[in-house]
C-alpha cells in the first residue's frame, strides 16, 4: 500500500498563476484533510471533507477551494496564488466512522510550494 | 478551539527516557489527546493517544494527569531516530460528525549521542 501520495513534491508559481495540490489515498478511509504548515506555526487546518462529494471549511480556507469527487481522492485548488500561500502543503486521511472514532490521521510527504 | 501548551525544546541523551509535557487546562470530558511526531522532510507521524487512562504501545507511553489538565509522552529508551518535533493535540469534535485535531508548535526534541 502507499498509504497517502501527494503530487507534486515541489512547484514554484507566479503571483496570480492558479494550480492543483492532488491527494490520493488508498486505503478507503472516509475523512480527508488539507494542512498548511509555515515556521514557527504549527499545521493549520484549510479544509477537510467527511465523505465523497462533501467538503467543509477549516481554520484557513481564504484563497483555496477543495473537491472530493472521488473517496480516494482529495484536490486542493490555488485559483490565483498569493505569496502568502507559500507554504508546505499535507494533505491527511482516516478511518472516521463508528468504532474507529479516534483513529488516527495519515500523512502525505508533504508539497513544498514557493509563489513569487 | 482547545489549545494545549508545549515546550520549544527539549534535549535528552541517547539510551535514555524522555518525558515530554503537555497543558491542556481548557480540556472538556470528551476530548482525547493525541500526540504526532514529525520528522524532518516528512508528514506527521502518529505516535499514541488515550482519554483517562494511561496508554502504552510500541512505540511510547502516555501518562494522563487525573484531572486531564496535563500529560505526558513518555520514550523509554531514546535512540537518534527520534529526534522529531513532537505535537500534543486535542481532538476537536465538529458539526456534521467530523473531527479536526488541532496542531500546536510542538517541542524539538533532539537527541545526543
Known amino acids: 500500500n502507499a498509504g497517502v501520495t501527494q503530487t507534486p513534491k515541489f512547484r514554484v508559481l507566479k503571483t496570480g498563476q492558479s494550480m492543483t495540490l492532488l491527494c490520493a489515498q488508498d486505503m478507503n478511509h472516509e475523512y480527508m484533510y488539507w494542512y498548511r504548515q509555515d515556521p514557527g506555526m504549527g499545521l493549520r487546518l484549510i479544509h477537510y471533507?467527511?465523505?465523497?462529494?462533501?467538503?467543509a471549511k477549516g481554520e484557513v480556507p481564504d484563497g483555496y477551494n477543495v473537491s472530493r469527487l472521488k473517496k480516494q481522492n482529495f484536490l486542493l485548488g490555488l485559483e490565483s496564488a498569493a505569496p502568502s500561500q507559500t507554504s508546505v502543503y499535507f494533505c491527511a486521511s482516516r478511518i472516521g466512522t463508528g468504532p474507529f472514532y479516534n483513529s488516527p490521521l495519515h500523512f502525505g510527504n508533504g508539497t513544498r510550494l514557493t509563489v513569487t | 478551539d482547545a489549545k494545549t501548551t508545549q515546550p520549544n525544546s527539549m534535549e535528552s541523551n541517547e539510551e535514555e527516557p524522555v518525558h515530554l509535557p503537555c497543558n491542556h487546562s481548557?480540556?472538556?470530558?470528551?476530548?482525547?489527546i493525541h500526540w504526532y511526531r514529525q520528522l524532518p522532510s516528512q508528514g506527521p507521524e502518529y505516535v499514541i493517544h488515550g482519554l483517562t487512562s494511561n496508554v502504552n504501545n510500541r512505540m511510547a507511553s502516555l501518562a494522563i494527569a487525573e484531572d486531564r489538565k496535563s500529560s505526558t509522552l513518555i520514550l523509554h529508551r531514546a535512540t537518534l531516530r527520534d529526534a522529531a518535533v513532537y505535537y500534543c493535540i486535542l481532538r476537536v469534535p465538529q458539526p456534521q460528525g467530523a473531527q479536526k485535531l488541532v496542531f500546536g508548535q510542538g517541542t524539538r526534541l533532539t537527541i545526543n549521542p
Open positions: 471533507s467527511v465523505g465523497e462529494g462533501t467538503t
Open positions: 481548557t480540556i472538556s470530558g470528551t476530548d482525547y
